[in-house]
């Protein structure tokens, strides 16, 4: 899994480690292999930067409601993680949660969308494939048999074979078949 580190923020009283990883999930670990900072990773595979802003949101808010001990878990549930918990709190108590998500977010938003946007940049360039060449078309100017004006004016792509087919007159409405160009290339 492709991790970027976006850097060291406060959240509260304390500081987190900021990851922009790929996928579109997002993970809070507070105890990380390293035994350092709690880590925030957040998924770029996001095509709308909301989406990545309201992911960390959910994290920020999480870990906050978690630290604040508003978290609680079904008693003897093997299951300890977040996603199994309930979280109980005031309306002052999730003021707090807000204040210090807020905090984590306003510090973060610039690093996190300029490392947002490069991701995708790099991606794009992966990803792109090289361009065909396009094919040159001639303007050709077909001439209606009945009112004997240019009846329609046509694009055929430069050395392909002019095929039979049924045209409508721009100027009387006759529908004739035009089975070559009657007169030469319009010059543009």
Not at 145 to 162: A, N, T
Request: glycine residues 6%; proline residues 4%.
């Amino acid at each position: 899994m492709k991790q970027i580190y976006i850097g060291t923020y406060d959240i509260g009283y304390e500081r987190i480690r900021l990851y922009l990883s790929s996928g579109t999930g997002a993970a809070t670990s507070f105890l990380p292999d390293d035994k350092g900072l709690t880590e925030i990773a957040v998924g770029a595979d996001h095509e709308k930067w909301r989406k990545v802003v309201g992911a960390l949101l959910h994290e920020a808010q999480e870990m906050a409601m978690c630290r604040l001990g508003f978290a609680f878990y079904p008693h003897g549930s093997l299951n300890n993680g977040t996603a199994n918990c309930v979280f109980m709190l005031n309306h002052e108590q999730f003021d707090e949660c807000c204040m210090r998500a807020s905090e984590l977010l306003s510090a973060s938003m610039y690093d996190l969308r300029k490392a947002w946007d490069k991701w995708h940049a790099d991606k794009k360039k992966a990803t792109k494939k090289p361009s065909a060449k396009k094919p040159k078309y001639v303007n050709y100017t077909l001439l209606c048999p009945k009112c004997k004006k240019d009846g329609k004016k046509v694009l055929i792509e430069k050395g392909k074979i002019f095929r039979e087919n049924h045209y409508l007159c721009d100027h009387c409405g006759h529908q004739f078949l035009a089975q070559e160009p009657v007169k030469k290339p319009n010059r543009k």
